[in-house]
């Protein structure tokens, strides 16, 4: 394995851990990834739910929130590197981004979304940005966007494969034949047309891919594909040091191979869960919203299934008949808690 060269930040170990809302991924997990020499990052989605003035003021909370899981993830992990991911398709996505640009955040990773405005939003602060991409396609989209508007590039880009956890930018039905993807192929692609936006700003834009990975197979299967590193989420979901409740965790090392599901979210895009009993009640009926906590774009209140913050809220606080779990594909996988530096011990080559 060789460290992961961002720009003028290097980390040991090309290892990110992926940002994952509500509240399981805050400062303890990333600062406990960035003392193993990985990447640390923080999930911005409703990340001041447990603040006092979370029920009256969500975003004013999660704007302090974010301030205060960036400081304290920085003191536990001196010189080590800290993000956030930031879903694009957050309500005020700008003072997000411009919340964690002056707690100093190293990183920023933004997916569920294009994040075409990213480059404009952190001019003047020395933080690395990285889109999440599932396709050439989208790939492009951005890559060309920015070099037009902004006469920029990306500093690493993310490739999130269908195996992921939480939303995913692929349809239900490519959810269901993931082999037919052929998934590799688009690995390839992706890695091969940000090349000429290397040469025309003569700089290296590292690729990292996501979803399913598992073991140090996987990651050099990854790498022979010509990944620079990968992102892992759901094996940090059964640490000690992970945000969430024993219950979420828990949850984790129950399930099995068929309790794996794909889920339509409120917002209209799939996400992978595990099928407990919110996911059965609300296949059956609509939960009505009570009340709206300003968490996404294009949610409407009035309309939607059920409210997205507050199953995902249940969930991490342990209150899993009413919560929406999300998982990787490979959660069945998982047999016992463990703790980061036991993963690192166990992934590093
Ligand atoms: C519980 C959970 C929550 C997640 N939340 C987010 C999120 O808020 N924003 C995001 O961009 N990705 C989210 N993800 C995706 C991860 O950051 C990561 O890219 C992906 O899960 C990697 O695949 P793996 O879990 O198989 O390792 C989430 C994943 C999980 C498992």
């Known amino acids: 394995m060789k ?14 851990q992926g940002g994952m809302g509500v509240g399981v991924s805050r400062h303890r997990l990333a600062s406990a990834v960035a003392r193993e ?21 969500q975003i004013e909370t999660n704007l302090y929130a974010i301030k205060k899981h960036i400081t304290l993830a920085k003191e536990e992990a001196p010189g080590g590197i800290i993000g956030v991911n930031i879903m694009v398709a957050t309500k005020q996505y700008d003072r997000y981004v411009k919340a964690a ?30 889109p999440i991409v599932s396709s050439e396609k989208a790939t492009l989209v951005i890559l060309k966007m920015w070099d037009k508007k902004y006469k920029t590039t990306a500093d690493f880009i993310v490739i999130e494969g269908p195996r992921a956890g939480g939303h995913l930018g692929f349809s239900k039905e490519q959810l269901d034949h993931i082999e037919e993807l052929n998934y590799d192929n688009e690995i390839k692609q992706i890695i091969a047309c940000k090349k000429v936006y ?35 989420a759901t ?4 640490t ?5 409740s024993e219950e979420y965790k828990q ?18 895009m799939p996400g992978r869960a595990i099928l407990n009993p919110f996911m059965n009640k609300v296949k059956e ?33 342990g209150d899993l008949d009413n919560g929406l779990i999300f998982c990787g594909d490979n959660v069945d996988r998982l047999t016992e808690m463990t703790t980061v530096k036991d993963i690192f011990t166990e992934l590093v080559f």
Do not use: M, W
């Open 251 to 268: 949850a984790y090392l129950n399930a099995k191979k068929e309790d794996i599901k794909i889920v339509i979210s409120p917002v209209g």
């Open 3 to 16: 460290p992961l060269k961002i720009g003028n930040i290097e980390a040991r170990i090309p290892i990110i």
């Open 235 to 238: 094996r940090f979901v059964v």
């Open 37 to 57: 020499g990985g990447i640390g990052i923080i999930s911005t989605a409703q990340i001041g739910y447990d603040e006092p003035d979370f029920d009256k003021h």
């Open 101 to 130: 640009c002056e707690a100093g955040t190293d990183v920023i990773i933004s997916g569920a979304g294009l994040p075409i405005t990213l480059p404009e939003l952190v001019q003047g602060y020395p933080v690395k940005i990285a």
């Open 285 to 317: 009926e609509r939960i009505a919203v009570k009340k709206c906590f300003n968490c996404l774009e294009h949610c409407n209140p009035k309309e939607t299934p059920y409210c997205i913050t507050k199953a995902l809220i249940n969930a991490v606080n």
């Open 240 to 244: 000690k040091e992970c945000d969430a």
């Open 198 to 232: 290397e040469e025309k700003y003569q700089r290296s834009i590292p690729v990292i891919v996501a979803g399913g990975i598992f073991d140090q197979d996987d990651i050099k299967h990854v790498l022979e594909l010509g990944a620079d590193g990968v992102q892992i």
